[in-house]
């Protein structure tokens, strides 16, 4: 009784939101635009981003800009969920908006560490970051010097003295494994129901990161197994420490045929280039979860934790045509590297 009086307002107002999401009509649009200052036109024009392109001259947009408008859409969609949510709840929903912050150290640290040019990723204060000390650093020791004070500075310090092929692989899956350690705990503190339907869909995702993970350290890494399982996340669906560990002391192709052998068995039964499409396989995979989850749409957290995944794939999507469209991909050679299938 308690779950229904709480959701009830909050599942309401997903309803009215998740209307506003894109629809595949729109993406069939959007890829028949010719450049991104006709895309940036289209969502201001025929969707809901409007709200946040209306006061926004859209002739001669610059793609890094386009982007960070629609993450500052996103962002404001999601904060018309939070006052919604009370006590722990309310302390969920925000490590999980540590994911959005995850994202954005990724892409700077990716920049630094392949030499490519840094810009200021994004302007909003939603979390602990400050964006304009992290867009101006020099090199990738000032950026994690900058983050000095924030839960991710003891996290990536580590790791400075690494080559930066290394360097990255290790950060990325640190800052994953800081990401999930902090929401399994504070999934604990949710009631009973909640915290089993929580721990279900988190835990395949852990699975999934978890296959992802090993198999790069497997085959680009050569890591060592005692050092791969050090790196695994505890907590998945299907794998326990025992299934991991045996996973980590396998070679590439014993562990290409026990993947075959599972569940997750997509991640390598396709005719498409494995390592290039993988991530897109397990977000579509995720993605179709929440799309169940959102359609069973029951008195719980799994409508709020659902839509809040599928806007962020939505975005995502987004980000997948703009760069389409700057590269003149089709439709169909572009709709590939989308997570939503059209």
């Known amino acids: 009784m308690e779950n229904e009086r709480r959701f009830t307002a909050i599942n309401t ?8 999401l894109l629809t595949d009509e729109d993406f069939i649009n959007l890829f028949n635009c010719k450049s991104i200052e006709e895309i940036a036109s289209y969502l201001k024009e025929y969707t809901n981003y409007r709200i946040i392109l209306e006061r926004t001259n859209t002739t001669g947009i610059h793609r890094s800009e386009l ?3 629609i993450k500052k859409y996103m962002i404001s969609q999601y904060e018309k969920l939070f006052h919604y949510f009370t006590g722990e709840y309310k302390k969920l929903f925000k490590v999980i908006f540590m994911r959005y912050e995850i994202e954005d150290l990724k892409i700077y640290l990716r920049a630094f560490l392949r030499g490519e040019d840094i ?9 602990n970051l400050n964006y304009e000390s992290l ?6 020791e000032e950026f ?3 983050l000095n004070g924030t839960i991710y500075y003891p996290t990536l310090k580590s790791y400075l003295d690494e080559e930066n092929r290394k360097m990255l692989f290790y950060m990325e899956m640190s800052l994953d494994r800081l990401y999930f350690e902090n929401i399994k705990k504070q999934g ?13 869909f988190l835990g395949k995702n852990i699975d999934l990161l978890n296959l992802e993970w090993m198999y790069r350290g497997i085959k680009y890494y050569h890591l ?9 996340i505890d907590g998945g669906y299907k794998y326990n420490y025992k299934d991991l560990k045996q996973f980590c002391y396998s070679n590439e192709e014993e562990f290409i045929r026990k993947v075959l052998n599972s569940k997750y068995s997509f991640l390598f039964d396709t005719e498409q280039d494995v390592d290039l499409f993988m991530e897109r396989r397990i977000e579509r995979y995720i993605y179709f979860q929440f799309m169940e989850m959102y359609r069973k749409g029951k008195m719980d957290i799994t409508v709020s934790i659902a839509y809040i995944h599928i806007l962020e794939y939505e975005v995502r999507d987004l980000y997948s045509t703009i760069e389409a469209v700057r590269y003149g991909l089709s439709l169909d050679e572009g709709k590939k590297y989308l997570i939503r299938k059209i």
């Not at 810009?119 to 979390?127: L, R, V």
């Not at 060592?224 to 695994?232: A, G, H, M, V």
């Open 67 to 69: 982007e960070k408008l």
């Open 144 to 146: 994690v010097e900058n």
């Open 119 to 127: 810009y200021t990723i994004s302007d909003m204060q939603y979390g």
């Open 135 to 140: 867009s101006t650093s020099k090199d990738v």
């Open 224 to 232: 060592f197994p005692e050092e791969l399982i050090n790196y695994t």
């Open 13 to 20: 107002k997903i309803r009215v939101l998740n209307g506003k």
């Open 188 to 200: 604990l503190r949710l009631e009973k129901k909640d915290l089993k339907l929580f721990q279900n």
